[in-house]
């Protein structure tokens, strides 16, 4: 096999089908390589992105895998002699380092984990120790896809909302509804193994080349379904609808995990039943917005941090503003799709805001958990083909910026935050909302433009800095006219701010050792986002698999 990097497609030699890109990759390799269609086995994309830094040379750059035929060593004697002639050092051989899954252990064990948590760690958790035979017990608060979703949209209808099945809670956790977006500034060879469980559980394949993968919360649901399914299959349980309440710690001869109580609800009758399960490891990969869990684990005397986390408002533009601005005349080619962008801006007052979260052709969605509070988050569908483009549009709060010393203040923070929009929307989970305009110049908005805000529960015109911390509004006014120096158009007078982001990361961490295991009780596993290890996806799916690993090693 040969890896070949670096080349080049012009836009306009595609048309947005996967047959024109494989016949027009194939063209590139054979010149490429200097051989006969005969000789070219197959070419499998590795890795595409899309160059549009000249905005009339707007392209996509490719890495592939090529398998040749011949003798064996065909490749290598090929690869020698394109060196020669002209030095070029794109082409390699494969050198496949394939990621492996903890070693079976059977059944013979000390109790079966406990995996608190179906997020994309809990769930990439699980799936690992069940392939280990260690057949884990998932528990997940919220309801399964198609009752969430029901839940959700029942909530955006209506303003009725269910704290235990909503835009944070439930299958999937809360990157089910957030376009499910999996690119990541980490590396590591489970990203491959974690791309391709998702392709094989319904996403779409080419997440396992595009640079900035993303699937879509129309076709999550099923993906995190047939996921749960291979957990079950492998001999793990799965109980949604389902609580910890309590967790038991003994402190002889030091503190360690001893059992869990679980609240199992059932959503036909009603009934509340409550179980204590013994267990000796409890993975915590809450998400970051179970601020019960975190309170549990403070009044437990589990170890604990605050960490740095950001806060500020969903920012709304035209998609189509977005396009011309990335891709200039190219905007709107069936071969680009809906841009992305990614920004962020440092100011003179050591602060920092960015984009986060950023959804082409997508959607602000109502993502309240607790009664009383405003919450945004974004999404887009698979085909990302909304009119305008959101993003969140945060700044970092640091854990200096908090009063006290109790561990759970940035929680607090978060609540007073929400609250106040509550508020300032009027009630009824309606969002504060603002113009950029009158952003900028400190004064209220009255009305909107020609931007239609998509939070679905509609917005209450006014001030959004008053539901924030003066130095987040303050940042993230300085910083506007900087990022419109990197996206021509962020400061689009009629864009739409509307409040609060609060839940982009968690504000506390559960602090672990080396191994992953909490430094002050044995036994308990601190995993993914709502511990302090992840801020995405991928990262998440990562740390739940990099946990299992330790877990079994424990064990082993």
Not at 46 to 73: C, E, M, P, Q
Request: hydrophobic share 40%.
């Amino acid at each position: 096999m040969l890896d070949i990097s670096n080349i080049r497609i012009p836009v306009d030699q595609l048309d947005g089908t996967e047959r024109t890109e494989e016949l027009a990759l194939r063209k590139a390799v054979l010149r490429k390589l200097h051989v006969t269609p005969d000789d070219l086995l197959s070419v499998e994309p590795r890795k595409r992105s899309i160059d549009a830094r000249k905005k009339n040379d707007v392209h996509f750059t490719y890495s592939v895998r090529v398998i040749l035929r011949g003798r064996a060593n065909a490749e290598r004697d090929l690869m020698a002699k394109l060196k020669r002639r002209h030095g070029d050092g794109s082409v390699r051989i494969a050198e496949p380092k394939p990621f492996s899954l903890p070693g079976y252990l059977g059944t013979e064990r000390v109790g079966r984990p406990v995996v608190v948590g179906a997020g994309c760690a809990g769930l990439f958790c699980a799936l690992a120790l069940a392939e280990a035979g260690l057949e884990p017990l998932l528990i997940e608060r919220g309801q399964d896809a198609t009752r969430r979703t029901a839940a959700i949209e029942h909530f955006n209808e209506t303003g009725e909302l269910n704290p235990e099945s909503n835009i944070q809670f439930g299958l999937g956790g809360a990157g089910t509804f957030s376009d499910g977006k999996l690119a990541t500034g980490t590396k590591s060879r489970a990203h491959r193994y974690i791309l391709e469980t998702l392709v094989e559980a319904g996403a779409q394949r080419e997440i396992l080349w595009d640079a900035k993968p993303h699937v879509g919360s129309d076709v999550l649901p099923q993906v995190v379904t047939h996921i749960l399914n291979q957990i079950e299959e492998l001999g793990g349980e799965v109980r949604l609808s389902c609580r910890m309440t309590e967790i038991e710690i003994a402190d002889t001869p030091s503190p360690h995990v001893t059992s869990v109580t679980l609240e199992q609800h059932d959503p036909q009758t009603g009934l509340v039943i409550s179980q204590k399960a013994a267990a000796s490891n409890v993975v915590i990969a809450c998400g970051h917005s179970a601020r019960d869990v975190f309170e549990l684990l403070r009044e437990r005397g589990v170890a604990m941090e605050r960490k740095t986390f950001a806060m500020g408002v969903r920012i709304e533009h035209l998609q189509s503003m977005v396009d011309r601005s990335q891709y200039g005349a190219f905007a709107g080619h069936p071969a680009l799709g809906a841009a992305p962008y990614k920004l962020v801006a440092h100011l003179d007052n050591k602060r920092s805001a960015f984009s986060f979260c950023m959804c082409p052709g997508g959607y602000v969605v109502a993502a309240a958990s607790e009664p009383g509070g405003v919450v945004t988050n974004g999404m887009s569908l698979s085909d990302r083909a909304g009119t305008n483009a959101n993003s969140g549009f945060l700044a970092n709060v640091f854990p200096d910026d908090l009063p006290g010393n109790d561990v759970l203040a940035g929680v607090e923070l978060q609540r007073q935050c929400e609250k106040a929009a509550f508020a300032a929307g009027g009630g009824g989970y309606v969002a504060p909302a603002q113009l950029v305009s009158d952003f900028l110049q400190g004064t209220p908005s009255s009305a909107g433009g020609s931007i239609e805000p998509t939070y679905p529960r509609g917005v209450a015109w006014g001030d959004v800095s008053q539901c924030l911390p003066g130095y987040v509004s303050d940042t993230l006014r300085g910083a506007i006219p900087r990022m419109d120096r990197q996206l021509h158009g962020f400061n689009t007078a009629d864009a739409v701010l509307t409040g609060v982001e609060t839940r982009s990361s968690s504000p506390v961490r559960v602090t672990r050792d080396k191994g992953c295991q909490s430094i002050s009780t044995a036994g308990l596993w601190p995993c993914g986002e709502g511990a302090g290890y992840a801020g995405g996806i991928m990262s998440a799916a990562t740390d739940g698999l990099r946990v299992a690993a330790a877990l079994v090693e424990s064990l082993g």
